[in-house]
């Protein structure tokens, strides 16, 4: 689980650093956790997502520094980027895909039925929007600051509010 955990936090820092100017992109996996915020955020989300002793911590780190929250059981499958990772709250049975990008305020739950949304590769969820619910966005999917989604969106598609 540790081999995977450094794997992923290595994926975050580089997708932090292909955002950055060509003269700062040298950010080594302990530079980038410790200087950007958004990484120091991203691995405490999946550390939180984990569970037992270690997820408690991470989850209590999460909510005081950032007023974040990650269900246990959240999944996350590759790099996640969080330009300001505050008030982020994703609930415990979402999928979250590779290169994601969440901005600050976002809410991924459920709906009342339980039921949790599915984030593919390449999504951006802009400020303030609410996806929840048996709701799958596409591949390449924009969701606009403010925009509630409670059905499907398809590939490469804009929502806005």
């Known amino acids: ?14 997708l932090f650093n292909s955002e950055l100017p060509e003269s700062r992109r040298k950010l080594s996996l302990v530079r980038g956790l410790i200087t950007l915020p958004g990484a120091r955020a991203a691995a405490l989300m999946r550390l939180a997502a984990t569970g037992g002793l270690m997820g408690a911590v991470a989850r209590a780190r999460l909510l005081s ?36 990008w969440i901005y600050q305020g976002v809410t991924i739950g459920s709906n009342t039925r339980g039921e ?3 984030i593919e590769d ?15 966005v596409g591949r390449g999917a924009r969701v606009g600051a403010g925009a509630r989604v409670f059905g499907d969106i398809p590939a490469g598609a804009i929502v806005r509010s």
């Open 1 to 14: 689980m540790a081999t995977k955990l450094f794997a992923s936090l290595r994926d975050d820092v580089a």
């Open 65 to 100: 520094a950032f007023g974040c929250d990650v269900g246990v059981g959240a999944v996350f499958e590759g790099a996640v980027m969080l330009p300001h990772p505050t008030g982020v709250v994703i609930g415990r049975g979402a999928r979250i895909g590779a290169r994601v």
């Open 116 to 118: 949790y949304p599915v």
């Open 122 to 136: 390449d999504v951006r969820l802009y400020p303030q929007s609410i996806v929840t619910g048996r709701v799958r």
